[in-house]
């Protein structure tokens, strides 16, 4: 099984999509506006305390107050809150915890009020992002992730994750981690530190220490609302909880971005260096992976299973809703048990990557096809599980009523990843009405004449959709050798599946997109500079 990862840098953020076997498992959208990711510490302040919520309501930066609920406090919070003081006041003079005294543990049954006032300030740690019309939900159990452990201070705590099952090695990584872990600050090993030598955990231990360094430094100048400690991006956070060595290489097409992750692998694993590929042909990278045909097929209302059948998928705010039907398939096989088995059983795998690719949290119904069989129910139980296994956020997976509905519950942290498939006629804005499509080549050749004369641009790009792009650049003598005959100057001519036929988008030397002047003020322009030209 191979693994590629490709980033795709936009003037709004970063598009990554993580590829198993060339199909797309993955994709998140990173945007450039968003100042908010799960793992970011803040030093925030109680803007309100709600009895009735057993919550506070906390001012971290952001337009909606964060949620704080009193479960989410964390064993360790009068310790925490009695460390943070100490860092404000300059009584704590290092960021080491070894001489520090622990105060006793909070309850954990309790009421918001007896512990939160209003103007009180407090670290907290984004655990979920905003979604909809809510803010941040954040924690103050302070955790920091590495590649192959946790810290988490305030705590003398060793864990092993659960999926690694075998009694000597849990055993053996306990011992190391005691060995090389510093005082006071807990440690949860993560799956993927199974057979790690000790100098790998070492050096992990090492970065995320530097971390709590750091946080250290910035709190004691914070102010309210500061931003203390950044999670990394969600490229270099993939990288970090996914690298193996199923992974193939990692593609970026912008060199800001290349040299970003190719530090981040000489610090993680320098023997990955050699996986990092700069894209720079006139292709896009997401045309050249097939990535963005792969992307409108995905994302729509209803998805084609591969082998049969197809899915209806339904959104809400908290349920998402995947009717399984079987198409054309149910005119092939006499058997309907057998027919209703085969396309559940396919239609289980592709759950399981839509529910990875787009995010769905909450609670998810599935309605099969009915199936007599129990036996048959559990084959396809079994087949979703397996499907998920691999998937990061956690999930439960209920049998199958005997309606043929089944119920998921998946961990959600962030808003689920929805791309617009259909596209609303560009010319006409939906109306049903038209002017003759081959319009469009006129504005962009009065566009194109207006930015190379009147606005002495030069080193432009023409965005367009494949056809226009096999219209301008095809030919003994094509448009865009005409353009350079006229001009003088050459205009790149790039093809953008993801345009409408009649969309264009003109990018500068810096591949900046620009705010182009109306058609009919271009137009005006230019007759006037012909009307000069005869007198």
């Not at 590829?19 to 793992?39: C, W």
């Not at 009421?111 to 019309?133: R, Y």
């Not at 006139?282 to 299973?305: A, R, S, W, Y």
């Not at 005119?331 to 309907?336: A, F, G, S, T, V």
Request: charged share 30%.
């Amino acid at each position: 099984m191979s693994n590629e990862l490709v980033i795709n840098s936009t003037q709004e953020g970063e598009r990554i999509a993580l590829l198993q076997d060339k199909r797309l498992i993955e994709y998140h959208f990173d945007r450039n506006d968003t100042n908010y990711s799960v793992g970011d510490i803040f030093l925030g302040t109680v803007r309100k305390v709600m009895p009735g919520l057993n919550a506070a309501f906390v001012d971290i930066g952001y337009e909606k107050d964060a949620f704080l609920h009193y479960g989410d406090l964390g064993e360790q919070y009068p310790s925490l809150m009695k460390w943070v003081r100490g860092v404000q006041h300059g009584k704590a003079k290092a960021a080491g915890l070894d001489n520090f005294t622990f105060e006793p543990s909070l309850e954990k049954v309790g009421k918001a009020e007896n512990v939160f006032k209003k103007g009180q300030q407090l670290l907290v740690q984004v655990i979920k992002e905003p979604i909809s019309t809510k803010g941040p939900r954040v924690s103050t159990d302070i955790s920091m992730a590495g590649r192959y452990l946790v810290l988490v201070p305030f705590s003398n705590v060793i864990s092993v994750s659960k999926k690694i099952v075998s009694k000597t090695e849990r055993d053996r990584l306990k011992r190391l981690i005691a060995s090389i872990k510093p005082a006071n600050f807990g440690v949860i090993i993560r799956t993927v530190a199974e057979g790690r030598e000790v100098a790998e955990l070492d050096k992990d231990m090492q970065d995320m220490v530097s971390k709590w360094e750091q946080l250290y430094s910035t709190l004691r100048t914070a102010k309210s609302n500061d931003k203390v400690l950044g999670e990394l991006g969600r490229s270099s956070s993939m990288l970090r909880d996914m690298l193996n060595e199923s992974f193939d290489s990692i593609t970026v097409d912008a060199p800001t971005m290349y040299e970003e992750m190719r530090s981040y692998l000489q610090k993680i694993a320098p023997d990955k260096l050699g996986l990092l590929k700069l894209h720079n042909t006139k292709v896009k990278v997401f045309e050249h992976t097939g990535i963005e045909k792969q992307l409108k097929t995905l994302f729509g209302k209803t998805v084609t299973v591969p082998g049969g059948g197809y899915l209806v998928i339904e959104h809400t705010e908290a349920l998402h809703v995947i009717d399984v039907n079987s198409g054309s398939k149910s005119n092939q096989e006499n058997d309907q048990e057998a027919t209703a088995l085969m396309i559940n059983m396919l239609a289980a795998k592709e759950i399981g990557r839509q529910l990875r690719l787009r995010d769905m949290g909450g609670i998810i119904v599935v309605d099969f096809i009915d199936m007599r069989s129990g036996e048959s129910r559990k084959k396809v139980e079994d087949a979703l599980r397996d499907v998920m296994k691999h998937d990061k956020a956690k999930f439960t997976v209920l049998p199958i009523t005997k309606f043929g509905l089944l119920q998921i519950t998946r961990q959600r942290v962030r808003p689920a990843e929805n791309i617009v498939t259909g596209e609303v006629c560009p010319t006409c804005g939906g109306t049903g009405k038209i002017s003759a499509s081959i319009q469009v080549t006129d504005e962009i050749d009065n566009s194109i004449e207006d930015l190379l004369v009147n606005q002495n641009q030069s080193g432009i790009t023409l965005n367009v959709h494949p056809f226009l792009h096999a219209y301008y650049t095809k030919g003994l003598v094509s448009r865009q050798m005409k353009w350079y005959l006229k001009y003088y100057k050459w205009v790149k001519v790039m093809k953008d599946s993801s345009l409408g036929l009649t969309d264009y988008r003109i990018e500068d030397e810096r591949g900046e997109e620009i705010e182009l002047r109306s058609t009919a003020a271009a137009m005006s322009r230019l007759q006037d500079r012909e009307v000069e030209i005869i007198d």
